[in-house]
């Protein structure tokens, strides 16, 4: 069964607007949750992350918020631009560091 | 689902042996794995990219002959970290492309510690 879960395969947004990409968990005992973009043969890179004891991280225009009474986490992009198209991978980790990775989001961005 | 399985999940070794993880796309092929090291501050780094029956493509600072890779068929590709240091402990990660889709698959992480 899946812990993280990233249910949209894909989003298109307008350039300009903002892109919200949704992920969910299913362990409460995920310390901590990352974001990663990933480009066409490319491996993904680092893009932000956020402390299970904080609500929200912000990174010039990325910005992530948890809840974790919902167990739910949102990476925010805005404004959205072409560069940002991509795939991004939700990924949360556990206590003994191993990291769990969603199934991604992949990410259009249109004129 | 489509499923990466690396083997084993956590290994200890003495310094100076080599080590050797696997990774198995379980029901689908996968002509393009990819291998990171997680570092400390979380993020993962690249460290080569395998393609099955060639060689494979170091990321540039990754020695060729400590981190051997090899990836003999369409569902498997091995990391063998030769002459390993307690610097070489880390989670190591790969990851497959489907064949069919294109879709990127994660393992679960191999941890590795050296004594």
Known sequence: DQ????????LSVQEG????????????MFDYFLWYKK?????PTFLISISSIKDKNEDGRFTVFLNKSAKHLSLHIVPSQPGDSA????????????????????????P | ?????????????????????????????????????????KSLMLMATSNEGSKATYEQGVEKDK?????????????????????????????????????????EGSRLTVL
């Open chain 1, 3 to 10: 812990q993280v879960k990233q249910n949209s395969p894909s």
């Open chain 1, 17 to 28: 607007r903002i892109s919200i990409l949704n992920c969910d968990y299913t362990n409460s």
């Open chain 1, 39 to 43: 480009y066409p043969a490319e491996g």
């Open chain 1, 87 to 110: 795939v991004y991978f939700c990924a949360a980790r556990e206590r003994d560091d191993k990291i769990i990775f969603g199934k991604g989001t992949r990410l259009h961005i249109l």
């Open chain 2, 1 to 41: 689902g489509a499923v990466v399985s690396q083997h084993p999940s956590r290994v200890i070794c003495k310094s100076g042996t080599s080590v050797k993880i696997e990774c198995r796309s379980l029901d689908f092929q996968a002509t393009t794995m990819f291998w990171y090291r997680q570092f400390p501050k």
């Open chain 2, 67 to 107: 981190f051997l890779i090899n990836h003999a068929s369409l569902t498997l590709s091995t990391l063998t970290v030769t002459s390993a240091h307690p610097e070489d402990s880390s989670f190591y990660i790969c990851s497959a492309i489907g064949q069919d889709t294109g879709e990127l698959f994660f393992g």
